[in-house]
T-cell receptor, first 115, second 115 residues
Framework: AQKVTQAQTEISVVEKEDVTLDCVYE???????LFWYKQPPSGELVFLIR????DEQNEISGRYSWNFQKSTSSFNFTITASQVVDSAVYFC????????????WGAGTKLIIKP | DTEVTQTPKHLVMGMTNKKSLKCEQH?????MYWYKQKAKKPPELMFV???????INESVPSRFSPECPNSSLLNLHLHALQPEDSALYLC??????????????FGQGTRLTVV
């Protein structure tokens, strides 16, 4: 069965600090997809990144970066120089044949950036 | 235009009322989804439409009735709801018809309160 674990329920940092959100997954599939979504208080889920299991290259997009490591089944997300606008709940998710390609969600990490 | 539009944004309804939630996308996506999200929880999949046909129903009670009039529109008809059905209802769409192996775009959701 597939599973996504986000062990950090809530993280609070001061603005401009770097912060890493952890995501660990379990799957029997050899082909699978990993996602990160951001959910601000407004409620909309904002797509951040999709990574397939054959692409282990790390990704950087502005202040955001992702570290995908198949060896440890992790797909961690780092925000550099955090800003108050980064405050939100962040979800990691997984899809693959085992889930009929529907998203298996982690519990989410609430990120609070203090000014 | 990467936008999924949901109406209404807020809805309060009595247990004997009938109401409908609406969702629209113009990205040419072939799959559309309804999710239910309770506070501090990840989204839960309710229904999936692929090429305007219902492909997944996650054992949702019959008081929720989905409808896909065309490839751009998705409705969720509500009847005789219970207070525990109060939640954020999210619509999403994705390019892939076979599920979430491509990124999904979400609407802002409808905050439903059943009184």
């Amino acid at each position: 069965a597939q599973k996504v674990t986000q062990a950090q329920t809530e993280i609070s940092v001061v603005e401009k600090e770097d912060v890493t959100l952890d995501c660990v997954y379990e799957t029997r599939d050899t082909t699978y997809y990993l996602f990160w979504y951001k959910q601000p208080p407004s409620g909309e889920l904002v797509f951040l990144i999709r990574r397939n299991s054959f692409d282990e290259q790390n990704e950087i997009s502005g202040r955001y970066s992702w570290n995908f490591q198949k060896s440890t089944s992790s797909f961690n997300f780092t925000i550099t120089a955090s800003q108050v606008v980064d405050s939100a709940v962040y979800f990691c998710a997984l899809s693959g044949l085992d889930s009929n390609y529907q998203l298996i969600w982690g519990a989410g990490t609430k990120l609070i950036i203090k000014p | 235009d990467t936008e999924v539009t949901q109406t209404p944004k807020h809805l309060v309804m009595g247990m004997t009322n009938k109401k409908s939630l609406k969702c629209e996308q113009h990205m040419g996506h072939r799959a559309m989804y309804w999710y239910k999200q309770k506070a501090k929880k990840p989204p839960e999949l309710m229904f999936v439409y692929s090429y305007e046909k219902l492909s997944i129903n996650e054992s949702v009670p019959s008081r929720f009735s989905p409808e896909c009039p065309n490839s751009s529109l998705l409705n969720l008809h509500l009847h005789a709801l219970q207070p525990e059905d109060s939640a954020l209802y999210l619509c999403a769409s994705s390019l892939g018809s076979e599920g979430m192996n491509t990124e999904a775009f979400f609407g802002q959701g409808t905050r439903l309160t059943v009184v």
